[in-house]
């Protein structure tokens, strides 16, 4: 056996304590545990799933649902997680993955903020032989390896067509005025579920039934939202009869500024996410519908298919789709699972289901329609 200075054994020891500090940033999950039992060492680390989620604003989901989806997931086979969330920050972001990938992750499944500082990323960890994952997000000109989502055009038409039926529901079949406000355009998904609408409520637009007088974004934002509609609501001297907002946390600003004028339950208004605000928003009679996205089978696509790549499985079997990246002119492997419409009459699917329980939902002023609805 060699003998080893003093000197030489403190340089070691600190370099494996910069090496542990490298292997977890702030911030971070693990899943799966690192013990030697289960797979020490290097082993170990080759592989492990870097998970970038984008923030908790914009979506509760993102930490109530995502989260301890995968995390559980990835725990359940055994493989090793850093599951972190960027705060909005893209700035953050950019240090996350350059963490994840400086500590060896060997597939990195991210949700980006926006497609420069997402494309950064995943060329990055493309250089360093990192498999990678858009996750609900595809980052345009990112060029990941897989893209794990819903089929978000779908998701988009679920709306159009679900301001339809409420607005019909009411009576309202001509000379009806509606807006969009839409989500963040640095968002792709937000472009997908935008020509979802737009297709949707085209014909009913082409034939003068009804008339867009207003088109802004609301970038995921409540108050954002609420401020572009309340700016169309004064523009058009008070004539709104609906209003397609592509998601809950907006659909929130917008229903405040409908109160203030007394027009809740009287101007529909759409939604997505499934929130519990949006869901209690509905059974109030606040809200028309949302757009439900079982997160469970998103995330258990995304786990499955970073297990194999873990793994060195064929991964076909799971991405069977695909979808284009219109910026690189590629069509990336796909997973999309399917969007489900809810209104008042069918809010009990979602309970149903396990994606909230009915004590999450049933509260304060919607405890007797929850009753009347059957969600116990």
Do not use: H
Not at 81 to 107: E, H, R, Y
Not at 157 to 174: F, I
Not at 316 to 333: C, E, N
């Amino acid at each position: 056996m060699l003998k080893r200075s003093p000197g030489v054994i403190a340089g070691l020891a600190a370099l494996m304590l910069t090496l542990a500090a490298c292997g977890g940033s702030s911030g971070g999950t693990t899943a799966g545990g690192g013990s030697s039992s289960s797979s020490g060492g290097s082993k170990a680390a080759s592989g492990k799933v870097g998970v970038i989620l984008p923030d908790s604003q914009t979506s509760p989901r993102w930490e109530a649902n995502d989260r301890p989806l995968l995390s559980a997931a990835f725990k359940a086979a055994g493989v090793q997680a850093d599951i972190q969330n960027a705060d909005g920050d893209t700035s953050k972001f950019g240090t996350i993955c350059d963490g994840m990938i400086n500590a060896g992750v060997k597939v990195l499944l991210i949700v980006n903020l926006d497609s420069d500082s997402g494309s950064a990323c995943l060329k990055k960890a493309q250089d360093a032989g990192v498999k990678t994952i858009d996750y609900d997000r595809l980052t345009l000109g990112g060029g990941a390896s897989y893209y794990v989502s819903f089929d978000n055009v779908a998701v988009g038409k679920l709306m159009g067509a679900g301001l339809e039926k409420c607005l019909t529901d009411m009576g309202k079949t001509s000379n009806v005025n509606i807006v969009y406000i839409n989500g963040d355009p640095t968002d792709n998904n937000a472009a997908l579920f935008k020509q979802g609408y737009v297709e949707a409520t085209k014909p009913l637009i082409d034939s003068g039934k009804y008339k867009l007088v207003g088109d802004q974004t609301g970038k995921w934002d409540e108050d954002i939202a609420g401020t572009a509609f309340e700016q169309l609501y004064t523009q058009n001297k008070g004539k709104i009869d609906g209003v397609v907002s592509a998601n809950d946390t907006m659909a929130g600003g917008i229903i405040a500024r409908l109160k203030a004028q007394k027009l809740n339950g009287k101007v529909p208004v759409t939604g997505q996410d499934a929130s519990v605000a949006g869901l209690q928003a509905i059974l109030a009679g606040d809200q028309c519908m949302t757009v439900y996205k079982a997160i469970k089978k998103e995330a258990d696509a995304a786990s499955q298919l970073a297990i194999a790549l873990i793994q060195g499985k064929d991964a076909s079997s799971i991405a069977t789709g695909t979808v284009q990246d219109t910026v690189l002119k590629k069509d990336v492997p796909s997973a999309l699972e399917t969007p489900q419409a809810i209104y008042k009459a069918n809010v009990k699917d979602v309970i149903d289901d396990g994606f909230w329980k009915a004590s999450d939902i049933c509260k304060g002023a919607v405890v007797a329609e929850c009753t009347k609805l059957g969600i116990q």
